[in-house]
């Protein structure tokens, strides 16, 4: 749990809670805990694939991508991601996004791979589609943050032929 601080700062960071609009108000270390036990809980059940995005010089921890809500029956998953505000911008997302695609299909033997992000989040629709993920459609008023409700897109990634 060595890395529980940075969860902690990211975790915290307005522009993380922005993307991520579930995340506890204030984001304090025991929510940070919690999400460490949570997805190693959710692992041992095969629930959840969630692993660290490191850097290879130092392996301090930049992020985390995960495929969620596995299900063995549709061969399907949710992919998740984020990534520690000061590290954005460099690709880390991309290309842990596509590694975690190719896992999934792969090793996984997923059939599907599927993802949310806000309407506003440009940054994170890109990085779905360049990690080959396709649009398949808009929410509207999808999900309530605070008084707001915020539109989303959802798109996908079929495994390959």
Known sequence: MGDVGTIRRAGAHPSTRWGIHFLPRPYLRHHAVEFVKRKRIQFRKRESLALAITLGKDGSLVGMVELSQLSP???RAELGYWIAPGQR??????????????VGFRTLRLHRIEAGA?????????VL????????????????SGRNWLDQVRLARLAPK
């Open 89 to 102: 911008g460099q690709g880390y997302a991309t290309e842990a996004a596509s590694a975690m695609c190719d």
């Open 73 to 75: 029956t549709d061969r």
């Open 118 to 126: 806000f309407v506003r989040n440009r940054a994170s629709i890109r």
């Open 129 to 144: 589609e360049k990690a080959g993920l396709r649009h398949e459609g808009r929410f509207r008023e999808r999900v309530r």
